[in-house]
């Protein structure tokens, strides 16, 4: 689920960092898209990387011109067989829920292991965050690098995404956004950049490289008075984080060489 605001010129170039954990970063939700790309960019810079897309389905997050460009052995990975059936031919593709052994076992025969594995929008969708992360490292080679971009708890609409039923998160999402989004969303280990958060990627065998909490969202569009106050609340905490409140994070994890 994506729930975001309008986007304003000086947004980007707000990160402030936190100095007690040099990897921890706040910003703005409108700059999410800005920096989760900037890392992707920075770590397929190297030609001739392997790279996994997962999540990808019918819109991989690179074009075929720029893969062929950088030489990159690409697969997009998706549980969803519909939306990998809408992917351009180009691409290759692998059905499969990361969740299960047998996916990384395949995923680790057709393209890995990775030199990177990037996912937009979709951890907040696995029933088991730890799995996930577990798998993730897996299909890793020493050294490589995880990238995720996703909502987090317990910013108001995931919250009610997370506690109403289906009928009614809908019901109450839908009259208050114009976002149509999938579920279910489990929002598993899906937390902004608190030292616990920090401490269950490392219990994996992480390093965390970076962590970047966001700060507001386009939840009260449509009522406009609420939604102006709600930015400058959202940037007042950019300012003095409390990363509980937090509604996006990119976080960039490394299995280490050894």
């Avoid at 067989?81 to 031919?89: F, I, N, R, V």
Wanted: proline share 7%; charged share 20%; net charge positive.
């Amino acid at each position: 689920m994506s729930v975001g605001g309008s986007q304003r010129a000086d947004d980007v170039a707000v990160v402030i960092p936190d100095a007690s954990r040099p990897q921890v970063q706040y910003a703005p939700s409108t700059a999410n898209y800005d920096i989760f790309n900037a890392e992707v960019a920075r770590i397929t810079a190297p030609h001739g990387i392997r790279v996994c897309d997962l999540g990808g389905g019918s819109n991989p997050a690179l074009s075929a011109r720029r893969i062929v460009r950088q030489q990159l052995d690409y697969v997009i990975a998706d549980i969803d067989g519909d939306q990998l059936a809408k992917a351009p031919p180009e691409y290759p593709t692998l059905e499969g829920d990361i969740l299960e052994r047998s996916t990384v076992e395949r995923l680790l025969e057709q393209g890995g292991p990775f030199d990177l594995l990037f996912s937009r929008w979709a951890a907040e969708h696995m029933r088991d965050g730890r799995t996930f992360h577990e798998n993730v490292y897996a299909v890793l080679r020493p050294g490589g690098v995880a990238v995720h971009l996703f909502p987090t708890l317990f910013a108001v609409p995931f919250t009610i995404n997370w506690l109403l039923t289906d009928r009614l998160s809908r019901l109450l999402l839908f009259s208050i956004t114009e976002r149509k989004s999938k579920f279910p969303a489990h929002y598993s280990w899906c937390r902004g950049p608190t030292r616990k958060q920090l401490a269950r990627l490392e219990s994996v065998g992480f390093e965390v490289d970076r962590y970047v909490g966001f700060f507001g969202h386009g939840f009260f569009q449509r009522v406009p008075p609420a939604q102006a106050a709600y930015r400058r609340f959202a940037d007042a905490l950019v300012r003095h984080p409390l990363p509980l409140l937090g509604s996006f994070a990119v976080v960039v994890l490394k299995r280490p060489e050894s």
